[in-house]
């Protein structure tokens, strides 16, 4: 049977940002937002057992991966899913799922400076938010993550970027984000659920989990989440829990100053030294130089990121 293709394109509420200096900026055009398939569909295909099982590895992955795994010890506290949210197949725009990326890999990437598989990508996230350590491609949990996720984008037109796909890129204060008014949106707004420790844990009331924000189970300093914008984008679309694009309880600037808080808090320390080989590309958002301007990591980490985002401008022009 064949299944049509759901895109649905939104020209009024979602707008297309303009390029500003960020890898990630959006395209022009108009954004569209894809549905997945619907999880009945999986039982059709040859491989509807590694696709579940694909699955269940994004829900559940510190069950299976994580410091006391059942199949392997390569992650930390996190599932895949506390980022990439619904199994990685969250509709609402900027939900950060994986409907990108069947129709745009193998990819090339400024961080890596090479075309990436989806395993390399996978791997990653694996070594960087989950802090952990690389899987083997030809393990089965490494041919499950794959076959799922190109599942879940194969009626996607190659090439297309779906909007739901991304991480907002908010606009830039003219200050540098405060990590004390960060501190104070945290109390009223994250921290009934990611706890006064930033360690989260499970609810008492129901088998939610909540994911640390920072301390030693979570995302280590290589991380996109680590990156000021990457983590207010987030914020911004999906946080607190169950809030959509369109529907955010935060301002920009209260997503900016909350992302800088988080990220002021002490998590795993690794660096990754062979990322962006060349230098003029690097993220300007990225804490750790060198640098080919002459801004500080402090400024490279909380802002203002407009002037050095200018003089990225004048120098590529
Ligand atoms: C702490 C948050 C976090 C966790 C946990 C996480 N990721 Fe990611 N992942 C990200 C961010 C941030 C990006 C980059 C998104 C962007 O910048 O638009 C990303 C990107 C990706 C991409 C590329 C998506 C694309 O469209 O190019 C894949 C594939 C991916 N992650 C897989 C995984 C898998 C598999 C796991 C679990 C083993 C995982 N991630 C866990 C934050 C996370
Ligand atoms: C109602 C509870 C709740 C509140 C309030 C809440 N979160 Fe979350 N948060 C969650 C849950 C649950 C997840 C994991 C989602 C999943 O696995 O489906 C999550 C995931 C995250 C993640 C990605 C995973 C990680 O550990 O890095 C970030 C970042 C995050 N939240 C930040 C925030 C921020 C910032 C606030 C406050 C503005 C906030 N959250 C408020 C429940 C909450």
Request: hydrophobic share 35%; with cysteine.
């Amino acid at each position: 049977m064949v299944v049509a293709v759901t895109a649905i394109y939104f020209r009024s509420n979602i707008k297309p940002h303009a390029a500003n200096g960020m890898e990630e900026a959006d395209a022009v055009g108009p954004a569209a937002l894809y549905l997945p398939p619907d999880t009945s569909q999986i039982r059709q295909s040859v491989h509807a057992a590694l696709i579940w099982y694909g699955r269940e590895l994004i829900v559940n992955t510190r069950k299976y991966l994580g410091p006391d795994g059942i199949v392997k010890q390569v992650s930390n506290q996190l599932n895949c899913q506390n980022c990439h949210l619904e199994a990685g197949a969250k509709t609402a725009a900027y939900s950060a799922n994986f409907l990108g990326v069947a129709p745009n890999y193998p990819l090339y990437r400024d961080r890596s400076g090479m075309m990436e598989t989806i395993q390399f990508r996978v791997n990653d996230c694996l070594l960087r938010s989950m802090n952990g350590k690389r899987l083997d491609t030809a393990s089965r949990e490494m041919k499950a993550l794959v076959a799922y996720i190109l599942w879940l984008g194969k009626d996607v037109p190659s090439g297309a970027k779906p909007v739901n796909s991304k991480i907002e890129q908010l606009s830039y204060l003219d200050r540098a984000a405060d990590t004390i008014n960060g501190k104070k949106i945290y109390a009223v707004k994250c921290r009934l659920c990611h706890g006064a420790n930033g360690y989260g844990g499970y609810s008492i009331d129901s088998a939610l989990y909540y994911p640390p924000l920072w301390g030693p189970g979570s995302y280590n300093t290589g991380a996109g989440m680590y990156r000021l914008s990457r983590l207010a984008g987030f914020v911004k679309n999906n946080m607190p829990f169950g809030v959509n694009h369109g529907e955010s309880q935060l301002s920009n600037e209260e997503c900016w100053d909350v992302a800088a808080f988080i990220n002021s808090k002490p998590r795993p320390h690794k660096l990754f030294p062979n990322d962006w080989p060349d230098l003029s590309k690097k993220a300007i958002d990225h804490p750790f130089g060198p640098y080919t301007d002459g801004f500080s990591e402090q400024q490279h980490k909380y802002g203002p990121f407009g002037p050095i985002a200018n003089e990225r401008r004048k120098k590529i022009n």
